[in-house]
T-cell receptor, first 114, second 115 residues
Framework: AAGVIQSPRHLIKEKRETATLKCYPI?????VYWYQQGPGQDPQFLIS???????DKGSIPDRFSAQQFSDYHSELNMSSLELGDSALYFC?????????????FGPGTRLLVL | AQTVTQSQPEMSVQEAETVTLSCTYD???????LFWYKQPPSRQMILVIR??????QNATENRFSVNFQKAAKSFSLKISDSQLGDAAMYFC????????????FGKGTRLHILP
């Protein structure tokens, strides 16, 4: 079965640089969520989109922005990167009807800020 | 606000034995979902089991089962016949029944399997 695809899988950036993370949900899933997991931490919700509109916002810094496109893929844009942004970033998607409460996670993007 | 608490940062179990991971949560909502996610060293988040709050029957998935006590707001995971591949971080998680709501995770329990 198709899974959530995230790219890139690994990313190394310098402080103050910009990064873009991409997420391709499972086909026919209409909701996308972004989570940040710091070292030794539990995943923390950043932002979500339903039908291309932002539906909820968590502890996402103002330096970060995200959007969902017409093909339902989503991008998380991170600017003025800081050392503390080093983390594993998960994207998850959920279907429109049956089992919509279940979120299926991608493999994550490991971001290292030097 | 909803919270999820896992009071056991680490646990160990002998291979082939049974282990129970504890989880409690706090919410004022009556309808919600509870999950256990497994995160192995690869750090992939894998759904282990799901429980709907409106269902009294405890969910089971092969060797994994839960003990859901709604009044006590308790949601423990039992792993039977533990296998080496079960070694991982296990996160208990809560989600409101509202559409598109986020998942709230506990701090996790690291499970070691002893051969």
């Amino acid at each position: 079965a198709a899974g959530v695809i995230q790219s890139p899988r690994h990313l190394i950036k310098e402080k103050r640089e910009t990064a873009t993370l991409k997420c391709y949900p499972i086909p026919r899933h209409d909701t996308v969520y972004w989570y940040q997991q710091g070292p030794g931490q539990d995943p923390q919700f950043l932002i979500s989109f339903y039908e291309k509109m932002q539906s909820d916002k968590g502890s996402i810094p103002d330096r970060f922005s995200a959007q969902q496109f017409s093909d339902y893929h989503s991008e998380l844009n991170m600017s003025s990167l800081e050392l503390g942004d080093s983390a594993l970033y998960f994207c998850a998607s959920s279907p429109p009807a049956l089992n919509q409460e279940t979120q299926y996670f991608g493999p994550g993007t490991r971001l290292l800020v030097l | 606000a909803q919270t999820v608490t896992q009071s056991q940062p680490e646990m160990s179990v002998q291979e082939a034995e049974t282990v129970t991971l504890s989880c409690t949560y706090d919410t004022s909502e009556s309808d919600y979902y509870l999950f256990w996610y497994k995160q192995p060293p690869s750090r992939q988040m894998i759904l282990v089991i799901r429980q709907e709050a409106y269902k009294q029957q405890n969910a089971t998935e092969n060797r994994f089962s839960v003990n859901f006590q709604k009044a006590a707001k308790s949601f423990s995971l039992k792993i039977s016949d533990s296998q080496l591949g079960d070694a991982a971080m296990y996160f208990c998680a809560y989600r409101s029944a509202n559409r598109d709501d986020k998942i709230i995770f506990g701090k996790g329990t690291r499970l070691h399997i002893l051969p």
